[in-house]
Every structure is written in C-alpha cells, then in structure tokens.
C-alpha cells in the first residue's frame, strides 16, 4: 500500500519509504512489488501523502486537531520546538529478510544468543515462581508441619499470607475459607490443610483467569488491526512484555506491528527496534516525536497492511504525573480518530515486585483510561507472588499474562491453577 511513495524522490535525512515490503501474512511472505497491491488512492491516503510531502507525518496533524490539546503540557521530549518537531520524520523499520515463517525468530543481522535447551511453560513457571515458593514453603513448614489444626495455626497461616502481599482483604477470605472447608472436610491434620489453602487460592484467583480473545482471520481486504496499548510505570516491563507478546502472537499465525510510542526514554525506541528485529516486525517510530501521532501513524500503517495486530508502547508515568496522565489519555484518542474501536484492548503493566503499591497503580490507570487487562511482569524477581490474591480481592482486572523471566518465551496467558500449583507445591 505504500507504494505510491515511490514517486517521490525522499530528501536526504528522510527514510525511504518505498523500501517498505509487505509483512508476513498467514504464515505466507508475499515479496510482490508494492505496487501491484495499491488501491486506487483515497482522499485520506492522498492528504497522508501530501503530509508526508512536506515532512508532516499525517498523525501529527490528526493529533493537532484533538479539540483539548491545549490543555495538554509540553511535549514530553526535550525539543519542545513544535515545527522542528513536525519535520520528525517518521521511521518504518521494517526486517530486511523476513522469515518465511512467523515462527522463525531468528534474524541473521541479530543473531540469537544460543538459549539453553527449551523449558516446557510449566517447568518455566515453576521456575519462574521459585522464590516465591521457597518463600512460601519455608513460611508454611511451621504451618503444615503436623500437629493439631487450631487457632494458634490459623495464626501462623495469617502472619504467611500477610508477608506474601495478599493484603488484609485476600488474608481474611482465604482464611475464612480454609476454616470453611478444613470444617466441612472434616480435617484435623495440619498437613492436610495444604490442600485447602490450594482449593481457596484457586477459587480467589479464577476469576482473573480471562484470557484475551483475539478476533478471527479475516480476509486481508476486510481485516482492521486489532490494537493493544500498553501502560504503566517506569521500568515496569512494558517494552519487553510488547517483545515476548510479539512473538507469542505471532505462534498464533498473527501478523504484528509495533508501535515506538515511548517517545520519551531515550533507548526506549532502540530496545523496541531490537525486538522487532528479533521477531521480523515493523516498527513504526519518530525520533523524538508526539507519542499520540507515532500510534496513530502504526495504526494507519497496518490498515494499508492489512496487519492483525498493533502493539503500542508508551512512555512509563506515576499515576501521580497527572500532566503525564492526561498525555496518555491522548494518546487514546488519537488511536480513536484511526480506528474507532481502537484501543481494543488496553494493559497495564504491573512490576509483580511492587507489593501492595499494585493496587494503587490498577485503580488510578483504571479510572483515567478503562484498563481491560494486566500483565504482571517479573514474578521470577519476587518472594512475594502474593499480589494476584490482592487484586483479586480488591481490584479484579483480569491479569491477561505473567512474566516469569526477561527471555522471549518468558510470558504466557494467566492460569490459575498452574499458578497456585507452581506456588503451593513443595519446593524442589
Ligand atoms: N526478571 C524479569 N525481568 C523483566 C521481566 N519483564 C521485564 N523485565 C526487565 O525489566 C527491565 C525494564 O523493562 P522494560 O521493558 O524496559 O520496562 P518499561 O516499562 O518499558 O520501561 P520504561 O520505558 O522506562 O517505562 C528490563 O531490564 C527487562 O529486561 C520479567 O518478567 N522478569
């Protein structure tokens, strides 16, 4: 679709875009001439070309026209210069050579590091989750010891819970629970009561089981992208998560683009350029620009691609940043003006590390942008995988995955059986 750029002749510091080849589709490269795939041109295609005649990313003017820009604060990069911003070029990173296979992740230009033999997911989260469980395990021997099930255990079991992030609300049902079934069961064993914490954690937790349901394949011609922005705190994960979610679709038989919406740190781009070169995506990006008009751009990008997915970064921010806030929620409905149901799926990224600071960050990102999703990252980092019991118990997103590792296959769909198995189990 981008082929109509080869008619003019790119100045010098701008990137040619008539080098962009078509992505992947359905497991099938099509390495035919741009052209030949270009429709006749729109109106809106033809503005986009004349933006993009005059240096103008076409985004960037759709972003101007967002009636409350004015309220917005300075952009976030250090060039505050609107003009000089306007003349960012946009970049289009797109894998010399991709694979024929989505699947293939590994590209000549950036070989792999050679991985230790795979890890079956199950092995991964066991792993992954092996401080918690010695945590656990170590804290729970007293309690599971033997002995007698009575008030003094049931103390101990508290003290467990608390120090493993549960929070008071998750700490109080989960031991009203055990009690309910130690009684109905009958039990009078202590090392019988492992089983009745499992049971009770399960059913706290199931309920953020909701995996993310992808819509069909489509007939490319018929296909709008399928958009996942990303948000949350600084240094949560988010830029990796989008690498691993990459990949991960992409097993699924899904085209993917990203979009370097973290316009602000400054190797955030590059890492995000890594990835996709690790995976054979696009990336779409500007230097220094307007995080809003970058989606935007990618979003537009995928349409004429007929992309499945679109993940976009964005910047890390304190809930308590509100100007920063309110830059996000831009960035929001900007992806609105090119696709109306777009963000069709909206996830905060959540440092499994940061205790009860989680529910904090889940409610304030909630209220300013309607999150439909979590990715807690970083649970191999934590003694404390107590947290999911937390939000279960005080602010239920439901947590779409969980990062047990920074390597590519370290993210997978929540499961909370295999989670409180991975948590409960006697460690190794
Ligand atoms: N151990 C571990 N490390 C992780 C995981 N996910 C991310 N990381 C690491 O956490 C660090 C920060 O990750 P990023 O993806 O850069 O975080 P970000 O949210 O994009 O950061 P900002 O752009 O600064 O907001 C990196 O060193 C990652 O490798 C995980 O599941 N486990």
Known sequence: MFGFFKKKKP???????????????????????????????????????DAH????????????????????????????DNDTQKK???????????????????????????????????????????????????????????????????????????????????????????????????????DELRGALKDSLYELLKPLEKPLTLPENHAPENKTPFVIMMAGVNGAGKTTSIGKLAKYFQTQGKSVLLAA???????????????????????????????????????????ARGIDIVLADTAGRLPTQLHLMEEIKKVKRVLQKSLPAAPHEIILVLDANIGQNAINQVAAFDDALGLTGLIVSKLDGTAKGGILAAL????????????????????RPFDARAFVDALLDEAA
């Open 88 to 190: 960012k070029p946009l970049e289009v990173n797109t894998p010399a050579q991709p694979a024929a296979a989505p699947v293939a992740v590994n590209s000549p230009a950036t070989p792999e590091p050679a991985e230790p033999a795979k890890q079956g997911w199950a092995a991964r989260l066991k792993q992954g989750l092996s401080k918690s469980r010695n945590h656990m395990s170590k804290s729970l021997a007293g309690v599971f010891g033997g002995g007698k099930i009575d008030e003094d255990l049931y103390e101990e079991l508290e003290t467990v819970l608390l120090t493993s992030d549960m929070g008071i609300e998750a700490t109080e049902h989960l031991l009203a629970d055990v009690r309910r079934r130690v009684s109905l069961r009958g039990l009078s064993n202590a």
């Open 53 to 80: 005649q005059s240096g103008n990313p076409i985004s960037q003017l759709v972003a101007d026209t967002i009636d409350d820009d004015a309220e917005l604060p300075p952009p976030l990069s250090d060039n505050t």
């Open 261 to 303: 919406g973290d316009t602000f740190r400054a190797a955030a781009r590059e890492q995000l350029q890594q990835w996709g070169e690790r995976n054979h995506v696009t990336v779409i990006s500007q230097a220094s620009g307007d995080s809003a008009a970058v989606c935007f751009d990618a979003v537009e990008a995928a349409k």
């Open 11 to 49: 100045a010098a510091d701008e990137v040619d875009l008539s080098k962009i080849k078509p992505q992947p589709y359905d497991n099938e490269y099509r390495d035919d001439e741009p052209e030949e795939v270009v429709a006749p041109l729109t109106d809106k295609q033809k503005a986009y070309i």
């Open 392 to 411: 279960a118990s005080t602010h239920p997103v439901p947590v779409r995955y969980i990062g047990v590792g920074e390597g590519i296959d370290d993210l």
